[in-house]
């Protein structure tokens, strides 16, 4: 299973994205779903996350301001990021922890979308 994460682009403080997160092949069963960003010289950082039960985390930095949901039907998770801000400017990532697709499970990282947001 690939992950593909799109979505991204350059926009103004204020305005608001949608990322898009899409797996490659029919998902049965899964655990965990996240977000990452990160910008250059600088760890990954978590930013959000979604389990299989519905259960939704963020981090404090987009908590308020980013909501995460998913499509089982349509294998893909969405970021919906509003009221966007300078330091929000990353490349996003998203995260499946235990994707199943048919017998074979495994953890998988997407390729990132560039978000530029300027002032």
């Known amino acids: 299973v690939q992950l593909q994460a799109s979505g991204g682009g350059l926009v103004q403080a204020g305005e608001s994205l949608r990322l898009s997160c899409t797996a490659s092949?029919?998902?049965?069963?899964?655990?965990?779903m996240d977000w990452y960003r990160q910008t250059p010289g600088n760890q990954r950082e978590w930013v959000a996350k979604i389990t299989s039960a519905g259960a939704i985390s963020y981090s404090d930095s987009v908590k308020g301001r980013f909501t995460i949901s998913r499509d089982d039907a349509a294998n893909t998770m969405y970021l919906q990021m509003s009221s966007l801000k300078r330091e929000d400017t990353a490349v996003y990532y998203c995260?499946?922890?235990?994707?199943?697709?048919?017998?074979?499970?495994?953890?998988?990282w997407g390729r990132g979308t560039q978000v530029t947001v300027s002032s």
């Open positions: 995260y499946g922890i235990g994707l199943c697709s048919g017998s074979v499970c495994s953890n998988v």
């Open positions: 092949r029919r998902i049965v069963r899964w655990s965990n």
